[in-house]
C-alpha cells in the first residue's frame, strides 16, 4: 500500500465527491445524495483506512530488505557458478578438453592412414612389366589392410568428432544457462533494490508527515478578510493563531494559501492548481517585511505560543489582474511540537469571498456565495501580536475539530470543501518538508 497514494486518495474522495464530504455534518446526517449530485472518485480503489501503521512500515521495510539481501547472496552465487566454467577442472570444460584432445589424435591417425594407403596404391601401380604373381599378390594385399586401416581410421575420426562437439555443445548450453541465471538474478536483485527503496521512502515520508502525530485542535486559528476582492488588486487577511492547549506549546508553524474555486465548484486530481492559486504572503510584528510563501519558506514560523497566548499574522492576497470574476478561498491550518516532543495538527480555517473583475474590464457576472457562519474576529490578548483588523470588511469562517472533520461544517459550500482539502493535502507536504529540512540541518 503507497502512503503517498493513500494520502492523495483522501483529498481526491474529499475533492471529488463533496456530497459524501459533507455528509458528516448534522444537517446532512440523514440525507442520502442522489445519484446525479454524487461524483465518483477515480481514486475509490484506494481506502485511506488502509493507511499503514509504523509498525507495518517497519515490517515491511525489513521484508525487503531481507529479499535484497538474499538476492545479492542469489547473484554471487551465480556468478562464482558462472566463473567456475572458465577453470580447467569443471568437469564440462575437462570433458570437452579431453574430447578434443581425442578428436585431434583420431584426426592425425587418419591422416597416417591415407597416406600409407597411398603408398601401397602407389606401389601397386609402380610394379614392373616383369612382376611376379606372388609380387602382385603382396601388393594388392598390402593395399586392402592400408585401406582397411584408413577406413578405421576415418570412422574413428568422425566418433571422436561428433563427441567433441557435443562436449563442446554441453559446455557452451551449461555456461548459457549459467549466464542467464546470473541475467535473471540481476534482474530479481534490481526488482528487490527497488521494493526496499520504495519501503524506506514509504517509512521515511511517514515519519516526516509526523504519522505518530496526535490529530488534536489544541491550536486555534481565525481567519477573516474581505468579502469580496478585486483582481489586480492586494486584499489584507487577518489570521490569529491561539494556543487553548492546557501546556505551553514549542514549535508552532501555521499555513497558509487561497485559490480560485473552480465554477462547477469540482476539483479532482486533473485540476490545474497552477492557474488557480493566489499568491499569498504574510507579515507580523516579527516580521514587518512581506514575505512570499515559497518551497523553501513554507510556513509561518509562530515558534513558542504559552497557554491562553495568541500571534497575529497580515495576510496580503493578490488575485492575478486577468482573472474572471468568480468566488475564491483563503485557508489556513496548524502544526505544532511539545516540549516533549510531541507533535500535532491541529485547527482548520477558511474565508470565501467574491472575486471581482479588474477595473477597466466588463465584469462578469459575481455568483451568489453560499451561506457562511461567521464568526467574530477573536478580542486582542495580552499575549502575542494583537494586529488583526481587517481590510474592508469581514467575512470569516471557522471549522473547527481535528483533520478528519476538516469541513464538516454543515454551512461549508461545497467550492470551499474543496479548499479545504487541497489546504490538508498541502498542507502534509509543506510540513514534511520542513521536517526533512529540519533534519538535514
Excluded at 597416417?112 to 616383369?130: I, M
Aim: aromatic share 4%; with cysteine.
Amino acid at each position: 500500500m503507497n502512503l503517498r497514494r493513500i494520502l492523495a486518495t483522501a483529498v481526491a474522495a474529499a475533492v471529488t465527491t463533496p456530497v459524501v464530504f459533507l455528509s458528516a455534518a448534522p444537517a446532512f446526517a440523514d440525507t442520502k445524495p442522489s445519484p446525479s449530485t454524487t461524483q465518483k472518485s477515480t481514486l475509490d480503489d484506494e481506502d485511506p483506512e488502509d493507511m499503514p501503521s509504523l509498525e507495518e512500515l517497519k515490517a515491511a521495510v525489513a521484508l525487503a530488505q531481507k529479499a535484497y539481501d538474499e538476492a545479492v547472496v542469489e547473484v554471487s552465487e551465480a556468478k562464482e557458478a558462472l566463473k567456475a566454467f572458465d577453470k580447467p577442472e569443471h568437469p564440462l570444460r575437462a570433458a570437452m578438453t579431453q574430447a578434443k584432445t581425442a578428436a585431434e589424435a583420431a584426426a592425425a591417425a587418419k591422416v597416417l592412414a591415407d597416406e600409407e594407403l597411398a603408398k601401397a596404391e602407389k606401389a601397386v601401380t609402380e610394379l614392373p612389366a616383369d612382376a611376379t604373381e606372388e609380387q602382385k599378390t603382396a601388393a594388392a594385399a598390402a593395399v586392402t589392410a592400408a585401406k582397411k586401416i584408413a577406413d578405421e581410421a576415418a570412422t574413428a575420426k568422425t566418433a571422436a568428432d561428433t563427441t567433441s562437439a557435443e562436449a563442446d555443445k554441453a559446455f557452451n548450453d551449461a555456461r548459457s544457462a549459467a549466464a542467464r541465471v546470473v541475467t535473471l538474478a540481476q534482474k530479481v536483485q534490481k526488482a528487490a533494490a527497488e521494493d526496499l527503496a520504495e519501503a524506506q521512502e514509504e517509512l521515511e515520508f511517514y515519519e516526516e508527515i509526523g504519522g505518530e502525530c496526535e490529530i488534536d485542535p489544541a491550536v486555534e486559528v481565525a481567519l477573516s478578510g474581505p468579502k469580496s476582492v478585486t483582481a489586480g488588486q492586494p486584499a489584507l487577511f487577518s489570521l490569529r493563531v491561539t494556543n487553548t492547549s492546557d501546556a505551553p506549546l514549542e514549535d508552532v508553524n501555521a499555513f497558509a494559501g487561497a485559490l480560485r474555486i473552480p465554477e462547477d465548484d469540482v476539483i479532482d486530481e486533473d485540476t490545474d492548481f497552477t492557474d488557480r492559486m493566489i499568491p499569498v504572503e504574510w507579515s507580523s510584528a516579527d516580521n514587518l517585511e512581506w514575505t512570499p510563501f515559497t518551497e523553501e519558506f513554507d510556513s509561518i514560523e509562530v515558534g513558542k505560543l504559552a497557554k491562553g497566548a495568541h500571534y497575529d499574522v497580515k495576510l496580503r492576497l493578490t488575485v492575478p489582474a486577468d482573472a474572471p470574476a468568480g468566488e475564491g478561498a483563503a485557508f489556513s491550518h496548524v502544526e505544532y511540537e511539545t516540549n516533549d516532543d510531541e507533535c500535532g495538527m491541529g485547527d482548520y480555517a477558511d474565508a470565501t469571498f467574491d472575486i471581482l473583475a479588474a477595473k477597466g474590464d466588463k465584469p462578469e457576472p459575481t455568483p451568489t456565495p453560499s451561506a457562511t457562519t461567521t464568526t467574530p474576529t477573536p478580542a486582542p490578548s495580552t499575549a502575542g501580536n494583537t494586529n488583526t483588523t481587517p481590510q474592508g470588511g469581514s467575512s470569516t469562517t471557522r471549522v473547527n475539530g481535528s483533520l478528519a472533520a476538516t469541513g464538516a461544517d454543515d454551512t461549508l459550500p461545497l467550492g470551499l470543501a474543496a479548499g479545504a482539502a487541497v489546504a490538508l493535502g498541502a498542507g502534509a507536504v509543506f510540513f514534511a518538508r520542513r521536517r526533512k529540512a529540519d533534519a538535514n540541518a
